[in-house]
């Protein structure tokens, strides 16, 4: 599949930010409201797109998106196809063995379960989840019966057909899906936190670029820009910093 490549207008701030490449390739999937989706002119869109945008103003950069599906999302990066992921990817040991992240720009959160019944048992069910998600590491260690899918929207579908018990996501992912669903969909099972929060994801080896995403992070934490793109996007109750 082709990837889509789309140009934003970062003002660079500072002539100075001197990295190995003029342009900051910020790699996304675009298939995951609200953290990145594909709008209606076809652009990617999403509270990591406004973040994104905004940490390339504060480190002086000009950046540009690419989509990439997400089951290749780590492997393209490492080829350098991009140079970082922001896709809603959870801090966990076993990616930071291939790859580095930034400190949590959204703080951990927990997982949760969608069935069309409240009566369907999630520890030996069928249970749909993503592929290379710390989701799906989750269901297979469950004792439930794991079926994984390339696109989050393919894990909901398989509930509402049938071949699926349940599908086990990002809370913040489901709820909209849950609320649009005229109560045809609700939330089974306890929560469960899993991961270190969102990070962006960055070569080993590009270590100033690290930094200065990092850099940016911390600064969007104090002055409050950062709660307020949070609050924007998921709601009132969604955990700030």
Known sequence: MQKLILTTAALALSAGAAFAQDTVRLGTEGAYPPY?????????AGFERELGDELCVRA?????WVTNDWDSIIPN???????TIIAGMSITDEREEVID??????PPTASAYVAA?????VLSGVVSAQTATIQAGHVAESGATLLEYATPD?????VRSGEADAVFADYDYLLPAVEASNGELMFVGERV???????????????ELLEAMDAGITSMKEDGSLNELLIKWFGE???TY
Do not use: H, K, W
């Open 36 to 44: 990145n989706y594909i709008d209606d002119t076809g652009e990617v």
């Open 154 to 158: 393919e894990t909901i579908a398989a």
């Open 193 to 207: 936190p899993l991961g270190g929060g969102v990070g962006m994801g960055i070569r080993e080896s590009d270590t």
């Open 77 to 83: 990066l490492v080829a350098g196809n991009y140079d």
């Open 101 to 106: 992240f930034t400190q949590d720009y959204y």
């Open 117 to 121: 019944s409240e009566n369907v048992d």
């Open 60 to 64: 002086g950069l000009t950046c540009e």
């Open 237 to 239: 109750d969604v955990q």
